[in-house]
């Protein structure tokens, strides 16, 4: 299983950033999709999961109504939508793949992505 993360870059504060992530080795549609974020010292943290059944999705507070997660079965291929980005959403961002109940920590994951750095500048 491979996932493939890209799409960061350096922007300013209240810009917008698109991040993907391309799966492969794996049947994407029957899986769930998330974004964790992480910065150097501290733990990986959650962001964004979109369930595979349904397309239901669940957002980490700090987040909720500026980013928005998205999927294209047909492309094997997660987004993560990022508005009015802020200096603390600075980090390196993951994607990861699973089947769990429990999105929102890092051992409910099964696969992960090599991470794409995201840098916002005040």
């Known amino acids: 299983v491979q996932l493939q993360a890209s799409g960061g870059g350096l922007v300013q504060a209240g810009d917008s950033l698109r991040v993907s992530c391309v799966a492969s080795g794996l049947t994407f549609s029957t899986y769930d999709m998330g974004w964790f974020h992480q910065v150097p010292g501290k733990e990986r943290e959650f962001v964004a999961a979109i369930r595979w059944r349904g397309g239901s999705t669940e957002y980490a507070d700090s987040v909720k109504g500026r980013f928005t997660i998205s999927r294209d079965n047909t492309k094997n291929t997660v987004y993560l939508q990022m508005n009015s980005l802020k200096p603390e959403d600075t980090a390196v961002y993951y994607c990861?793949?699973?089947?769990?109940?429990?999105?929102?920590?890092?051992?409910?994951?099964?696969?992960w992505g090599q991470g794409t750095q995201v840098t916002v500048s005040s």
């Open positions: 990861a793949a699973g089947r769990r109940r429990v999105v929102d920590t890092t051992i409910a994951w099964n696969y």
